[in-house]
């Protein structure tokens, strides 16, 4: 079992409207790893300032989360911060600070080189040969992407799109990339780039699963107060990495279970402020939310 | 087995950006009869004008379909025109011209007064109890209701609320109804106001069913080519009607049928402008297609 999470482990800064919380831990590797760590041992690359407390460092390890790519280095850790209004899809971003994040060049220790699986979670697709190339033959690679590389790395984005087995959109990014409106086209055209596998996050309305010849629908837990969706989407691709590195297997069974435990990760990190919620969660809550939703679901 | 549908029966002149229709037979009646035909014999109550066409009307019988509540009136039949734009979801009324509907008081004939299910599709909420009035003791009664009632009879349609079992409402009147916009909290508010049973439709998200004690996802059909989404929420009415009719029971299993049904229903319905799908739609599809649905939620 190995799977490596690239990405951000970082400060946010959360509005919304029933409350804020001022510079609490955040960051898609963190997310990621944690939202994994119910499934398997994951390693995180990434980087953070000498700010970053050493408790949630130590929270970290204590989820079997193996730091050793994760750098921590002279400087402040990467801050967004971000303002949700009634509607939890919609979020503006009011305040980005790069630090030590500015210049990451994601190193990986020796240790990780033999991983089955990769994720990279919100890299600029630019740099996803310098990492990959520091791998020795993944069995999986997956990534996610952020609106700006959209924007501004099109043909760079498009181009690791091609070589990518796994990729993880929300419903904005989908349209954004193919120009389909229609969900389901956007899908398929996604996985017409390339992609084997195509998760299509829909917030409330739970996901789509894309692959070669079938498409799958996943439900979200119905919640009804939303605290924070901050991590959704990174807790989302957790889970269902985290799932597939344990079962080891790629049969549509194991894959549409896979994007189920993606979603029931997504549903407990939105019910508190940042990884809140993280804390106090064990397996057999995983376990029983996974049993309400085939419940909910099963005809 | 006996469901009534009262409802119009109508012509709807249809813009979309892929084409146009004139004067084309639809109305909540006539779809969520024909949806409902595929599990049991629905009555119809309803009106329509001389220039109804009577090739229609034979072909609602030949689907088994009960017309002995359906009047024909000197004039011209209720006239409905609407537009969608690229997003299915949204529809802007151009045009409605009542005409033999604007004083339709339902008359229901002696041989539907046993029905077990009734079906209130769209009716003004203060005609209600006037309908109802007339059958005997009906098992279970349902209602939709449009955005019209929502403005202008609020105080009626709460109080016919607090008297139905079954209440159909899409994403849209659920939220402005209730005045919650979470989902979850605006379906959960809506059985708070007194049917055990409410279906809240989300168009391409498919559909959640709320009881006193459960949660249910339904799934849409992954179609990526709406013709035309009139009557998609009649049909689902109407199959998931047509459904607990057939089987007379209310477990939780057999109303997630149903709704799954409902679904199936909505999808066929969406394929083709009008009715048009209906003209070709065998029974043997609407059960392949619930296998597919099956297929494509089970994990």
């Known amino acids: 079992m190995s799977l490596v999470i690239v990405g951000s482990v970082a400060f946010d800064t959360i509005r919304t409207p029933w409350g804020d919380r001022e510079k609490i831990v955040g960051g898609s590797g963190t997310y990621g790893s944690l939202a994994a760590s119910y499934f398997t041992h994951p390693r995180v690359v990434g980087v953070v300032g000498r700010d970053f407390p050493r ?4 929270f970290l390890r204590s989820r079997g989360i193996d730091l050793a790519g994760l750098k ?6 990467f801050h967004w911060e971000g303002k949700y209004e009634d509607d939890p899809n919609r979020r503006t971003t009011l305040r980005t600070e790069l630090n030590v994040f500015a210049d990451f060049r994601p190193e990986v220790p020796a240790s990780y080189r033999g991983s089955r ?7 600029n697709p630019e740099h996803h040969p310098f990492v990959l190339k520091q791998f020795r033959k993944p069995a999986l690679v997956a990534m996610d992407t952020i609106r700006l590389w959209i924007d501004t790395k099109r043909e760079a984005l498009l181009e ?3 070589r ?3 990729f993880f959109a929300n419903d904005e990014e989908a349209r954004l990339i193919t120009g389909e409106m229609n969900l389901v086209s956007a899908g398929k055209a996604l996985v017409a780039l390339g992609p084997s596998l195509v998760l299509l996050k829909k917030g409330e309305h739970g996901a789509l699963v894309f692959g070669r010849d079938f498409v799958f629908g996943v439900p979200a837990h119905p919640c009804e ?3 924070d969706p901050t991590g959704a989407g990174d807790s989302f691709a957790g889970g269902f990495l985290g799932y597939l590195d344990k079962t080891r ?6 894959v549409h279970r896979a994007a189920v435990y993606g979603s ?4 407990f990190a939105i019910e508190d402020f940042g990884i809140g919620r993280f804390l106090s969660l064990d397996r057999d809550l995983v376990e029983a939310r996974f049993r309400q939703f085939r419940k909910m679901t099963a005809f």
């Open 55 to 58: 408790k949630t460092l130590a």
């Open 160 to 162: 690791e799109l091609g």
């Open 249 to 254: 297997s790629l049969t549509g069974r194991d």
């Open 72 to 77: 921590v280095k002279a400087g402040k850790t």
């Open 264 to 267: 029931v990760m997504a549903s």
């Open 164 to 166: 990518v087995d796994i």
């Open 117 to 123: 699986i990769v994720y990279l979670a919100n890299l």
């Open 225 to 227: 107060h939303v605290i």
